[in-house]
């Protein structure tokens, strides 16, 4: 059985620790599935088993790794670049490999710069899989992904082995891992089965410690008030010895004698308590409720289009569209990729320079927030941040300690963030706003899946009128009350 072994890893960036004596074992042919909050260490660790980071400890295996997304120069076409990650790729393994992606063999004659980037994502995951002898470290490769996309992908994953894959999906996770590999706050845990089989498994863990410290949390203060009553018996017995009245001081010292062994066995007791109570809840990850600043519309329609169509200058995106949405509404817009979602989400949000036909009718004065899918832009300190937006900055940095945020990260610049916190930055701002329509364009890539369900319970408690792109399918499913189909 080919194994990865990892002994006593050990990783820090400056005076944070990452990884304290991580220890564990791999077998190559696993379909592991890395989850964990963002800024946990989830990419950390590819790159540690890729050699790209430095370490202390030993990693041991028989295998090679390979990292996705793989960085490469392009060549003239698509097949010429995949030779790049693979020298050894025959044309007519790739072109089958390809097809289990629904992507057509013409694809691998074009520039690799003019594919789609969901076309790209197939085709470097198809190329890596033709190498012999590797393990694979995917990470996050749906974040360019639509619904189908997503699909296309969970089921050729399904064919497969031997990789850690990194994704905030958990229907994908549950469709295409058979072990999950889960950075906590204190530990890694590995555990066999789906994510849902961990979650489920995790929540029953954190309850029963819950329980227990809760249990052990009275006994102490029990043993504590039992402690000091023996003490203090012992004390006045002790002291009672002296004066002409006593005629077995002997007795009396040995009572006090006892009383006070008893005293020091409540202490012993209590101390195990509450070494035990000391060893809970290191791994409980507290989903404090958020709340979204929402300003409910005094009118019930809030948008409506008829004939709606849309053009990047002589050429349509989508045509003849119709709709309305009013207070309350959670509208999904769907369609492929290029059907024009982000230009409908723009358009919405207040032009973002889209020419179109038809009526759009938005009331004046409407307040709306607009979540844009891209992070790139965020740079700088968090409190020029803070002041540029005109935020409230407790409220707003309340929001991101309960998205688990570290204080300390409040002195970084943006740029240094992850790209979970940097969209954790940007859903923060919108909850901030006290708006009566939430645009929000994929709000959820690269966010970590314990935030999303704070989310969704937020949205689900608060109600807000929003219109939104989305991908992840349990997310929809849960919060979209209605639909906006878009075709080509």
Not at 73 to 82: D, I, K, Q
Not at 441 to 458: A, G, R, T, V
Not at 473 to 482: D, L, P, R
Request: aromatic share 10%; hydrophobic share 35%; charged share 25%.
């Amino acid at each position: 059985m080919p194994l990865i072994d990892i002994k006593n890893l050990n990783f820090s960036y400056g005076s944070n620790t990452v990884f304290e004596n991580v220890n564990i074992q791999i077998d190559s042919n696993w379909k592991l599935g890395l989850v964990g909050r963002n800024g946990r260490g989830k990419t950390t660790l590819l790159k540690i088993l890729k050699g790209e980071l430095e370490y202390t400890g030993a990693i041991s295996s028989s295998v090679d790794f390979d990292y996705f997304p793989f960085e490469t120069e392009t060549a003239p076409t698509t097949l010429e670049t995949l030779r790049l990650i693979n020298p050894q790729l025959k044309e007519w393994e790739i072109i089958k490999e390809l097809s289990l992606l629904s992507v057509e063999e013409e694809t691998l004659y074009r520039p690799f710069d003019s594919l789609s980037l969901g076309e790209q994502t197939k085709a470097m995951l198809a190329a890596l899989f033709t190498k012999g002898n590797n393990f694979l470290l995917i990470d996050e490769p749906t974040n360019h992904l639509d619904v189908l996309g997503r699909k296309i992908v969970n089921d050729y994953l399904k064919t497969k082995k031997g990789f850690i894959i990194v994704s905030h999906d958990r229907v994908f996770l549950d469709s295409c891992v058979d072990y999950i590999l889960s950075i906590n706050r204190n530990n890694i845990e590995l555990q066999k089965g789906d994510f849902s089989s961990y979650f489920e498994n995790k929540q029953m863990q954190d309850n029963f410690e819950t329980l227990q410290n809760r249990k052990l949390k009275k006994e102490i203060k029990k043993l504590e008030q039992s402690a000091r009553q023996s003490a203090a018996w012992s004390n006045k017995i002790e002291g009672s010895k002296i004066g002409a009245h006593v005629y077995d001081r002997g007795f009396v010292g040995h009572k006090a004698a006892k009383m006070m062994k008893r005293s020091k066995n409540i202490e012993k007791r209590k101390e195990k308590a509450a070494e035990d109570k000391s060893a809970l809840m290191k791994n409980i990850d507290n989903y404090e409720d958020i709340t979204l600043k929402y300003v409910p519309y005094h009118k019930s329609n809030l948008v409506s289009a008829e004939g709606l169509s849309a053009f990047y200058g002589d050429k349509a995106v989508f045509k003849d569209l119709s709709f309305n949405i009013n207070v309350g509404d959670r509208v999904c817009i769907r369609g492929k990729n290029g059907a024009g979602k982000s230009s409908l989400i723009k358009l919405l949000a207040g032009g973002g320079g889209v020419d179109y036909t038809g009526k759009l009718r938005i009331p004046p004065g409407l307040k709306i927030s607009y979540l844009t899918q891209v992070t790139s832009y965020l740079k700088g300190p968090l409190k020029e941040y803070i002041m540029d937006q005109n935020l409230d900055e407790a409220f707003f940095k309340t929001i991101l300690r309960k998205l688990d945020f570290g204080r300390e990260q409040f002195d970084f610049n943006l740029e240094s963030y992850s790209e979970g916190q940097r969209k954790k930055v940007l859903v923060a701002k919108s909850i901030c706003e006290g708006a009566n329509l939430f645009i929000w364009d994929e709000p959820l890539n690269y966010i970590d899946i314990f935030s999303k369900i704070q989310i969704e319970d937020m949205i689900l408690k608060v109600n807000p009128t929003m219109v939104f792109v989305e991908h992840d399918e349990a997310f929809v499913n849960k919060i979209a009350t209605g639909f906006i189909d878009l075709k080509i």
